[in-house]
């Protein structure tokens, strides 16, 4: 489980807190879902759980482990980042994906780590991209390995910034569609930002509002309101039940 408590953050000693105080909660299994406006702090939050940047208050703990405290080896094997702005190098899917051992073997990789990857490649159903380069697929095709070389580290933990955010519909809803089975059949947890809130409530088990560098609601489908998306993204919005499932739409209450 994931436990951040009063997290506090600024990017230098004149300038204003850009986390003030942000709590968090997600449980194993569970896909957290982060939601503000831009500059809310969310990229700053994952940054200080990735360990890219250092936090002047608080606390980040994963599994009672303390993350401020780990290596970025140690770090690494708990947890795996999946950037919107992939890139990989000219390397095959299978190098590609074997790269996310480097936090378990040195200079050359072993048996168990080629063993790791032939086994998400099977899982992920990417065998036939296997020997191909990265750099010939298209955008789903490799937002797809950079999930893959994610769980080659074998994290208990995935952090996803907007995954769909360069993506047309279909490869969305498979980006999607795999987050949730990773979720659902590995028990991993993800934190991950999005800015389609329809998206989000499809996706997520609990949402974390954003705003001024504090998570300002916490909680399953039911905080998703109409009054707390207003006071977030200072926008005006309707939630209607379409064929049995909400859906958030543009424009003010009729």
């Known amino acids: 489980m994931l436990e951040i408590k009063d997290l506090r953050f600024r990017y230098s000693r004149r300038s204003s807190l850009v986390l003030d105080g942000a709590n968090l909660e997600l449980k194993d299994g569970e ?12 990229t ?9 940047e250092k936090p002047q208050g608080g606390q980040i703990r994963f599994d009672g482990e303390d993350l401020l405290r780990m290596s970025r ?28 051992r480097l936090s378990y073997f040195g200079l050359q990789p ?17 065998e036939d991209l296997a020997d191909r380069s990265v750099e010939e697929l298209s955008g789903g095709e490799r937002q797809k390995i950079a999930i893959a070389r994610a769980l080659a580290q074998e994290p208990r933990m995935l952090v996803f910034d907007e995954p769909t955010g360069n993506l047309d519909i279909a490869n969305e809803q498979l980006i999607l569609s795999e987050a949730r089975r990773v979720a659902r059949e590995k028990g991993i947890s993800i934190l991950t930002s999005l800015h389609d809130l329809n998206q989000a409530l499809e996706l997520g ?3 974390f509002f954003m705003k001024n560098g504090q998570i300002r ?7 998703m309101t109409e009054d707390v998306i207003g006071e977030i993204f200072d926008a005006q919005v309707r939630i209607v039940e379409i064929e049995g ?5 543009n424009g003010g209450k009729e």
């Open 245 to 249: 499932k909400r859906v958030i739409i």
């Open 217 to 223: 609601y916490a909680g399953g489908p039911e905080a």
């Open 73 to 100: 080896r140690e770090r690494a094997r708990r947890i795996a980042y999946v950037p919107q702005d992939i890139q990989f190098g000219a390397l095959s899917v299978y190098d590609t994906i074997l790269a996310g």
């Open 44 to 52: 700053t939050l994952f940054k200080t759980i990735l360990g890219i």
């Open 110 to 126: 072993g048996e168990e780590d080629g063993a790791v990857t032939r086994r998400i490649l099977r899982e992920m159903q990417l």
């Open 31 to 42: 896909i957290g879902i982060l939601l503000g406006r831009n500059g809310s702090g969310k």
């Open 205 to 207: 088990d609990r949402f």
